[in-house]
């Protein structure tokens, strides 16, 4: 820790918060401890941060915790956890750096961190989220991470997102001329040779943020192929990872006012791939 002088200035005392000194911490070479993330409830400072080789299945969370009323330069004013707040579990390896988004209008705060695609993926990584809860100090409490395959219901203040079924996708050599009116799209799968599309409606012009759930499996671990997604003349392209789960691929698109149709077609290798579901809001 370091006070700064200005906003790219720090004093030349610099105070030593947090060393890798536990099990959980000791991962991987070189000993790591980065990434701080604070975040404040009540009567206490929570300082998040990660702990062992970020390209490791043990990357996590450690907490260290502090009164709001002492002083945070005085090394003995901070307290540390034994164990991490958020670590690998079923399905969800090398947790950490996060940051905190405080919410708005009595929804749970939330917590955005990183984890590995598969086991040993290292740097291959995915981003997901998750909801936090506090003591009646405000002091942080165990995080729990969520499964690739598990969905997280919104909080009620949030505004709702559409979601398109695969079975609501059409595949077609040519989506003008047979829009949503051609054959339904059940198995799911994208081949090479395949562009599918499926519509949303929109009451104003406006962007929405489009996504589709997407996996590729039994395939080589790393990039396995690219979606390419397209709606009124505006196309985006996402590279698609070998997992056994779905991942999002998706980014901002011109919505016009009434009826739009999104195509979706393979863009990078030509490997064929599993759409779940769309999503739009």
Request: aromatic residues 8%; negative net charge; contains cysteine.
């Amino acid at each position: 820790l370091a006070e700064m002088i200005s906003p790219t200035e720090v004093m030349d005392e610099k105070i030593m918060l947090s060393m890798p000194e536990y099990d959980f911490e000791l991962h991987g070479n070189p000993l790591i401890n980065e990434g701080p993330s604070v975040i404040i409830r009540g009567d206490t400072v929570n300082l998040a941060y990660s702990a062992s080789g970020s390209w490791t299945d043990e990357y996590c969370l450690g907490l260290l915790i502090m009164d709001r009323s002492k002083d945070p330069k005085d090394p003995e004013s901070w307290k540390k956890e034994t164990s991490p707040i958020l670590e690998q579990d079923y399905d969800l390896y090398g947790p950490g750096h996060n940051c905190f988004v405080p919410a708005s209008g009595g929804s749970p705060d939330l917590i955005i961190y990183h984890a590995a695609r598969w086991m040993k993926g290292g740097w291959n990584r995915s981003v997901r989220f998750g909801f936090v809860d506090f003591n009646e100090r405000g002091k942080l409490q165990q995080i729990t991470g969520v499964c690739g395959e598990e969905l997280i219901e919104l909080p009620e203040d949030e505004e709702a997102v559409t979601v398109i079924p695969a079975d609501e996708f059409v595949v077609s050599e040519d989506m003008e001329i047979r829009g949503n009116q051609g054959e339904r799209y059940a198995e799911g799968f994208l081949g090479r040779e395949d562009t599918a599309a499926f519509t949303v409606h929109s009451e104003t012009e406006r962007d929405a943020y489009v996504l589709v759930m997407v996996r590729g499996r039994d395939l080589f671990p790393g990039i396995l192929s690219g979606l390419e997604i397209s709606a009124n003349g505006r196309s985006i392209s996402v590279p698609v990872y070998s997992s056994e789960d779905y991942a999002p691929a998706g980014g901002w698109m011109h919505l016009l006012e009434g009826e739009n149709l999104v195509t979706v077609r393979t863009d990078i290798g030509g490997s064929m791939l599993e759409i779940q579901r769309a999503e739009t809001r």
